[in-house]
């Protein structure tokens, strides 16, 4: 069984910056790809950001290109969203998943994909 936890949500002022972490349970966190989603009421839950187990390539949805950046400590079994110039539209619950092995083409923004999620953190960002 995986266990993912998030934390570093909180409340901020548009233009200002927060980081999200993600602490997974289990010894092949090393091997697996993660990914970031968000879901803000009323909505479906979205794509943000992807990783793959090596850092080496990351993803992210246009909406946040430039302004998120995504990353992980294997030692840690910790990813990482680091949120910058964040916009009242960033408002939503982020969660981080577990996603496969390997991504197929634009796999990585298919929440389908992933099959063991955190609980979420709630970001709000006022205007």
């Known amino acids: 069984q995986v266990q993912l936890v998030e934390s570093g949500g909180g409340l901020v002022q548009a233009g200002g910056s927060l980081r999200l972490s993600c602490t997974a349970s289990?010894?092949?966190?090393?091997?697996?790809?993660m990914g970031w989603f968000c879901q803000a009421p009323g909505k479906e839950r979205e794509f943000v950001a992807a990783?793959?187990?090596?850092?080496?390539?990351?993803y992210y949805a246009d909406s946040v290109k430039g302004r998120f950046t995504i990353s992980r400590d294997n030692a840690k079994n910790t990813v990482y969203l680091q949120m910058n110039s964040l916009k009242p539209e960033d408002t939503a619950v982020y969660y981080c998943a577990r996603g496969p092995k390997y991504y197929r083409g634009t796999s990585y923004s298919n929440p389908n994909e992933y099959d063991y999620w955190g609980q979420g953190t709630q970001v709000t960002v006022s205007s």
């Open positions: 289990g010894r092949t966190f090393g091997s697996i790809n």
């Open positions: 990783i793959s187990w090596t850092g080496v390539n990351t």
